[in-house]
């Protein structure tokens, strides 16, 4: 049976912070399909999976200086698992640096009809121009995309297209983001020193492309009547004032769930083609309320509007005012119920070990 070996610039575990580092540590902990792990060596290992470690950063960094591969290392712990293993599935997570050499390494070790190469993209547009990316294609044997949207996208844009696609959405814990009972929500407001607002939350990096500057001057003009709703601005941290809005910086991932357990309503202005956005489902299974930019992956992952408000032209200020004025106003206050296995943890867990059994099915 072909083994999968997943290849990683991170160490993994990862000890930090991470949209795809997190849902492969859950699913690297339960029932899962890695046989390897290629990747610098972490603080901890998963138990019952086998590591090629890469010689640490700089090292690498000094090789680099008399190698042109700087991927070099990384072949070399691949190449120790060649060499016991017939047939592979090889995983590649983003990095699109590192694929013309691996083929190219592959094919000096007649090891290409031997490997099946899954390359993993969380952005939403296609990556390469048109023609001058053909090679990447014809050299990759799948890509799993965020969305059915992004497919379409890359379908539309490549006049050809030589390769197998597949869509895994983004998974999230529900166990911990989910929504609250009214009286729950109520009293992690006082704890807040919140009461009789209604709470809006914005929460990202603090990046031009993720819209805060944007959304502050759309705040500015909403109608507040008595300061009756306020704005809690997570993950960025400005020494500035505005009516009604607390720029509360970094929050702990723990601590995350009863912020968007306390707010009514959750804002996603971005203004680049998204490829998923995980605070968006984050939010959306604690119960809020959700207006989002009609970008990248947004609207199939809001199901087209089923599941929160889409604003069609983002980059407009008037859209973002009409559709906050009227949640303010009662008009949209039809929260839907959404399925607690909607984009779950559990779901990507499965999903991938689909992926995973169809790409062994080619080897054997």
């Not at 306020?230 to 702990?252: N, S």
């Amino acid at each position: 049976m072909p083994k999968v070996i997943l290849i990683s610039q991170i160490p993994l575990p990862y000890s930090h912070i991470g949209s795809w580092t997190t849902l492969y540590h859950n699913y690297l902990s339960k029932n899962h399909s890695i046989d390897y792990i290629v990747c610098e060596e972490p603080e901890n290992l998963y138990a019952e999976i086998e590591y090629s470690i890469v010689a640490s950063a700089n090292l690498q960094k000094f090789q680099n200086k008399f190698s042109k591969n700087k991927y070099k290392e990384y072949f070399k712990a691949l190449e120790k698992i060649l060499e016991k293993e017939d047939k592979v599935i090889i995983q590649i997570i983003d990095n699109f640096g590192i694929v013309e050499p691996l083929i190219d390494f592959l094919k000096l070790k007649n090891k290409q009809d031997k490997c099946y190469l899954q390359f993993f993209y969380h952005g939403f547009s296609p990556y390469f121009e048109n023609f001058s990316g053909r090679w990447f294609f014809e050299g990759i044997d799948e890509m799993v995309l965020l969305t059915k949207d992004s497919y379409k996208a890359h379908k539309a844009y490549y006049t050809i297209l030589p390769t197998k696609f597949s869509v895994l959405h983004n998974g999230i814990d529900t166990s911990k983001f989910h929504k609250v009972s009214i009286e729950e929500k109520e009293n992690l407001k006082k704890q807040l020193e919140i009461t009789n607002k209604k709470v809006f939350i914005w929460c990202s990096q603090d990046r031009p492309k993720k819209g805060l500057d944007f959304i502050i001057d759309v705040w500015k003009r909403v109608d507040k009547k008595e300061n009756d709703a306020i704005l809690l601005v997570i993950g960025a941290k400005r020494d500035i004032k505005i009516d009604g809005v607390f720029f509360l910086g970094k929050i702990p991932n723990n601590d995350l769930p009863k912020y968007y357990q306390i707010a009514d309503c959750y804002l996603f202005p971005t203004l680049w083609h998204e490829g998923f956005g995980l605070s968006l489902i984050e939010a959306l299974h604690c119960g809020c309320y959700c207006i989002a930019s009609e970008n990248g992956g947004v609207p199939e992952v809001l199901q087209y509007g089923k599941h929160g408000k889409l604003i069609e032209n983002p980059n407009f200020i008037e859209e973002w005012c009409d559709a906050i004025n009227s949640f303010l106003e009662g008009d949209e206050t039809h929260y839907v119920n959404i399925p607690e296995t909607l984009y779950s943890m559990e779901n990507w867990n499965d999903g991938m070990n689909v992926i995973i059994n169809n790409a062994k099915k080619n080897l054997i």
